[in-house]
């Protein structure tokens, strides 16, 4: 087993009584699922529907406090505390940015249960996150049987199994859920009660108008940039992502790509070549969960 400190994580703290109909009223997520030792994974969105901020969520014990942490991407920590500050008008909650990390640990079974430890609801593979010091990363390694190894690892680890990473993979507050496949990642609770941005969530689901999808691909030579286009013939159909150890996340125009494929069409990004690897994923419908 393996485990890795994630030096880009951070966590945040919302309390009180009034926190989990407050956090309910705004993210994609439906805490009612959620209790301590589970996580659900989720969003806030801006009004017209586009993630602001993704994060992981577990409700604390009470022997922490209760309330809920958010694991989320560190540069944004601060402004999504200011930002559920903003909303919490009245209600009867705190907002606290704590001096947490997150350790990741993947390919076994902890040894052990830590205390802020959940399942990542994104996919299996990804393993356990504990929410800790950075300091004791080393100990809580030694606690669940795993070797501390370093972040790139967990990154090659994410990125081979096509889990989007905001700020890599797409840009924040310029994507919507289905997008970056939150819709079948377990990010989104088509059933649960009104969210910020929830009406344009709800339309691309039940209409099927997601054009745009982030895809695994495989890489034959080196890597492209982050950023680069994606071509198919002189034709532009997606951005390259992230991508590490002959693989990677692009982000593309589905119907585009179908085509490419259809056609006989090479793809490219930067002058190397690539190649999705499960191409019948660009011809499944929008409405259609991935097993």
């Not at 589970?38 to 409700?59: H, N, S, Y």
């Not at 924040?172 to 088509?190: C, K, Q």
């Amino acid at each position: 087993m393996k485990s890795a400190f994630l030096p880009d994580r951070g966590v945040i703290k919302v309390a009180g009584e009034d926190a989990r109909n407050f956090l309910n009223g705004l993210i994609t997520t439906d805490l009612d699922r959620l209790k301590p030792g589970l996580g659900r994974f989720g969003a806030l969105l801006t009004p017209q529907g586009k993630i602001i901020v993704d994060f992981l969520i577990t409700e604390a014990p009470a022997g922490h406090g209760g309330g809920f942490l958010i694991d989320c991407p560190k540069p944004l920590a601060d402004g999504l505390a200011t930002k559920l500050k903003f909303y919490k008008l009245r209600a009867k909650v705190t907002v606290d940015n704590l001096d947490l990390g997150v350790l990741a640990a993947w390919d076994g079974q902890p040894a052990a249960q830590p205390d802020l430890a959940f399942a990542d609801p994104r996919n299996a593979e990804l393993g356990t996150r504990i929410l800790i010091p950075e300091d004791l990363k080393q100990k809580l390694s030694d606690l669940i049987g795993a070797d501390l190894v370093d972040a790139a690892d967990y990154e090659a680890h994410r990125i081979a199994h096509g889990v989007p990473r905001g700020g890599l993979d797409f840009m924040y507050g310029d994507a919507f859920p289905h997008e970056t496949n939150m819709d079948r990642l377990a990010g989104v609770d088509f059933d649960k009660g009104c969210y910020v941005g929830q009406e344009v969530v709800s339309r691309m689901q039940h209409r099927g108008t997601a054009r745009t999808r982030s895809v695994k691909v495989l890489l034959e030579d080196a890597a492209p940039e982050a950023g680069a286009s994606i071509m198919a013939g002189d034709k532009s159909v997606g951005t390259m992502g992230s991508s590490a150890k002959g693989k990677g996340i692009a982000l593309v125009r589905i119907d585009r790509v179908a085509d490419a494929l259809d056609a006989g069409r090479p793809l490219s990004a930067g002058g190397l070549a690539l190649k999705l690897a499960e191409p019948d994923v660009v011809r499944i419908p929008a409405k259609q969960p991935i097993a």
